[in-house]
């Protein structure tokens, strides 16, 4: 463990320290046993086969977050933000923990169980109900850790703040009772606001003023004011934009060997992305100007085998997630900036460019097809493939009732259709007003 602490955005928040409002708390004393408890993560057959969310990946979203700010924000930040957005990169990940006692204990959950028969009934989708199934007697662990994953970040601020949850396990849960011992130098007031930050990265709701204040102030000091909007923000960034190759080392890939295609594929697109940087900025010209403003962040990445195209494709499509999360940040520091005369807290980054990814042996595009639907409609209802244009309208009722027998397989889990389905749909409609003739079904 580190016996000293490094990372300049940690040295900052450490001055908080010594402030009224805070004293008693060691940050270096937090990290060890932050560190200590996110070692845990992955025991248990939980999370096992994800990609790292141990200490090194709390480095490296602290080492973003430092070019993320830009200098002139850094120094309008006081003590207090630099200490809550620390501790936010520390904690924010630390819900993934699962005991052994927890899911021994799973029976008992309330929220699980209910997860679990959404799960099976199909109310997550075929696929994932297919997927189950093929799991066998693995299924009951894979359907906890996608709940722990899907509730993590409702986990770590309940144990934050000591509320009881069942996402959370009850009040005299280890993890909890450790979390509240770390914290608990800590006002209650900041480790409420601390929760809320923590939960933050995976919510969409940083425009809400009530909730994410731009000045909270936990002593009369101005370096005891904290804006936790901005805190938000970076770490959401900051976790967004960890996916280099430093968090999925081939060595750790090659002895973890994991089986589910979904983490394989997760686990060979981080490990194509060598860097994530600020872009340099150019003129008119082409060249580039360092007077001008940074606002764009770039992704350097390397696929040099045929194999690796779905995990190209999966890139891309975190990519375009990305490009949609970069430009909320934005707009809502941009609100912020507006409504609340924070223009100190700026938030420049607008644009991601992946022009910088490279593909060996596959075309970088995927295949789409578009139709002419006048002429889709003439061949229908014309002559040219049936001989009584009447015809199309038996064809699109059959289609329905196909689509209607496959509804009743899937929710029934049988393989052959009864005699007589009861809720069996198929609506035909004309409109004289517009001239549309609708055929609709209630399978989907």
Request: charged share 30%; aromatic share 10%.
């Amino acid at each position: 463990m580190e016996m000293e602490l490094k990372n300049a955005i940690e040295l900052r928040a450490e001055d908080a320290n010594h402030l009224s409002a805070f004293t008693g708390v060691s940050l270096l004393h937090v990290r060890q046993q932050v560190e200590r408890m996110l070692s845990l993560i992955g025991r248990n057959g939980i999370f096992d086969q994800y990609t790292k969310h141990d200490i090194s990946h709390i480095d490296q979203m602290l080492s973003i977050a430092e070019w993320v700010i830009p200098d002139d924000t850094k120094e309008a930040m006081t003590p207090a933000d630099w200490l809550m957005l620390v501790l936010a990169i520390y904690f924010h990940d630390m819900g993934m923990l699962v005991t052994k006692k927890e899911f021994s204990d799973r029976a008992k959950n309330a929220e699980f169980q209910k997860y679990k028969s959404d799960s099976y009934s199909g109310l997550m989708g075929a696929d994932y109900k297919e997927k189950i199934h093929e799991l066998g007697d693995d299924s009951e662990r894979f359907l906890y850790q996608e709940y722990i994953r899907k509730n993590h970040a409702k986990r770590i601020k309940a144990w934050i703040t000591g509320t009881v949850s069942g996402l959370a396990g009850d009040k005299g849960s280890a993890v909890m009772a450790e979390v509240q011992k770390i914290l608990g130098p800590l006002p209650a007031m900041f480790r409420r606001d601390l929760g809320e930050v923590c939960e933050s990265h995976h919510m969409d709701d940083l425009d809400n003023f009530s909730k994410y204040k731009t000045c909270v102030r936990y002593g009369n000091s101005e370096k005891e004011c904290a804006n936790l909007q901005y805190c938000a923000v970076i770490l959401r960034t900051a976790d967004l934009l960890h996916i280099t190759n430093d968090r999925t080392p081939s060595i750790q890939f090659r002895l973890i060997n994991p089986t589910d295609s979904i983490s394989v594929v997760e686990w060979q697109k981080q490990g194509a992305v060598r860097a994530v940087a600020p872009k340099e900025p150019r003129d008119k010209e082409g060249k580039v100007d360092h007077s001008l403003p940074k606002d764009t962040i770039e992704i350097t990445a390397y696929f040099d085998k045929p194999d690796l195209a779905e995990a190209f494709f999966g890139l891309s499509a975190y990519i375009d997630f990305m490009k949609e999360e970069i430009q909320k940040c934005y707009r809502w520091v941009q609100v912020s900036i507006q409504n609340e005369g924070t223009k100190r807290y700026r938030y420049p980054w607008q644009r991601v460019d992946d022009e910088q990814i490279e593909t060996i042996g596959f075309e970088p595009h995927k295949l789409f097809f578009t139709v002419d639907q006048d002429s889709i409609l003439k061949m229908l209802v014309g002559h040219t493939l049936y001989n009584d244009s009447s015809v199309v309208i038996r064809e699109l009722i059959q289609n329905g009732l196909d689509a209607v027998k496959l509804q009743y397989c899937i929710d029934h889990n049988a393989k052959k259709v009864a005699d007589y389905i009861e809720d069996g749909k198929i609506r035909v409609t004309w409109s004289s007003g517009d001239r549309c003739l609708t055929i609709s079904d209630n399978g989907h």
